[in-house]
């Protein structure tokens, strides 16, 4: 890509990758056929269609229209490909959803992206409360169980996985299960409305979803029933173009934005200096960034579970406050290893100070295109944001890793005027 151009123009926000993983899982709990709308052409989203085909599902998807068919009548089989499972951590919550219909599942150590220590301890934990029995062998985890009971579980700390892995289980499990201290984020809602739909009984609403709490009323696996759903759009997909936007500068309007999750994501960009209106009736979102001497750094910010600002944008935000004037010091508390970024971002002239779990950028100074690496997903999308504001070009190698979560990241800036193709 050759930076220094501000952007313009309008884009579609994508399904929800993290919505739609595990609703795909879901899937398994019914036997019968599932149509997803809106789900996201991304390569985690074919690994995991890869992992329902491995146990006897038939998968379909329909090309250009985002829809993706699963059949889950002739599922059989209870061990999972190595290859699918290392290649994405949210294979994880295949558990749940096994252990729920089959009584049994053997997997391996989830993979995915290496941005810090990501324990599975909870999930075990949560099942294992529900009557599941687990053990290990070399790096293979096998649970069984003849029977799921509900139970109360009450997590340390909220963990997104771990409260959707116990929800899948939950659904068929015999009597009541309580989980506490359960996560809120929108794809933990999305699940829940899915299964509902399908026929489970979760309550989530109001006060309880307020102080973390789940409650699901177990029922038989045959009472679920085939499901139509449509997956909402993505809202670090909408994040890392807000925060292209910012850096770069320029003004674009988002389509297909999930208003109403933006909160803490927008709070910052104003803050920054930008200018943000919303169209709900269009479930759209403009941002202005076009003024340069407005964009300033604010004093500090932290990561945390949501509604806080998202982990998964605070690469983007990196990049977004290499280009504005003045200070910020940004705290990771949910990952450890969140700022490999950082050492690329060096490369192309940025002022990055890391101590522990906070970054200090200093902002304001010239960035030149290089060729960089991408680590990790979302670390990948802001190394592409920085090459469009570097002078140059810029070059992001190991670009698997973005589309992972993206369908077609150059096609997006191609269309907001950026300069920008594959290469090769």
Request: proline share 3%; charged share 25%.
């Amino acid at each position: 890509m050759e930076g220094k151009k501000a952007l313009g123009g309008r884009i579609w926000i994508q399904g929800s990758k993290n919505a739609a993983l595990p609703i795909l899982a879901a899937c398994m709990l019914i036997p019968g056929k599932c149509v997803l709308r809106g789900c996201p052409d991304i390569t985690d989203i074919d690994c995991m269609c890869n992992l329902l085909k491995s146990t006897g599902a038939t998968v379909t998807t329909v090309p250009d229209t985002a829809v993706v068919e699963v059949d889950t009548r002739s599922v059989r089989e209870h061990r999972l490909p190595e290859k699918y499972v290392s290649a994405m951590r949210s294979s994880v919550v295949m558990m749940g959803a096994m252990l729920g219909r089959l009584g049994e599942v053997c997997v391996n150590y989830p993979g995915g992206c290496v941005i810090g220590e990501r324990p599975i301890d909870l999930h075990l934990y949560g099942l294992e409360k529900l009557g599941a029995q687990i053990w290990i062998e070399e790096n293979h985890i096998h649970a069984y169980a003849d029977e799921l009971k509900g139970a109360v579980i009450d997590f340390p700390f909220s963990s997104v996985g771990a409260t959707q892995n116990v929800i899948l289980a939950a659904v068929t499990a015999q009597g009541r299960t309580v989980i506490k201290n359960a996560a809120k984020e929108p794809e933990v809602i999305e699940l829940c409305k899915f299964l509902n739909m399908a026929g489970a009984r979760i309550d989530y609403s109001g006060t309880l979803l307020k102080s973390g709490r789940i409650v699901i009323q177990g029922v038989e696996l045959s009472r679920l029933h085939e499901v139509v759903y449509d997956v909402i759009s993505d809202r670090i997909v909408a994040g890392t173009y807000l925060f292209a936007t910012l850096a770069a500068g320029g003004e674009i309007t988002l389509e297909n934005v999930p208003i109403g999750q933006l909160d803490s994501i927008c709070d910052t960009i104003r803050q920054m200096g930008a200018v943000i209106t919303v169209d709900t009736d269009q479930n759209e979102m403009t941002i202005n960034a076009s003024d340069r001497d407005k964009i300033e750094n604010i004093p500090y910010i932290e990561t945390n579970v949501y509604p806080d600002f998202p982990t998964d944008l605070q690469s983007p935000l990196l990049v977004a406050a290499c280009m504005a004037k003045g200070r910020l010091a940004v705290r990771e508390k949910i990952f450890s290893s969140r700022f490999r970024i950082v050492e690329e971002l060096r490369r192309m002239g940025a002022e990055i100070v890391v101590e522990r779990d906070t970054a200090v950028v200093t902002g304001g100074r010239e960035l030149e295109g290089r060729t960089v690496i991408a680590r990790e997903l979302r670390g990948g999308a802001a190394l592409v944001i920085a090459g469009l504001c570097a002078s140059g070009i810029t070059t992001v190698a190991d670009s698997g890793y973005i589309r992972r979560g993206y369908q077609d990241i150059v096609r997006d800036f191609t269309e907001l005027g950026a300069r920008i193709s594959y290469a090769g």
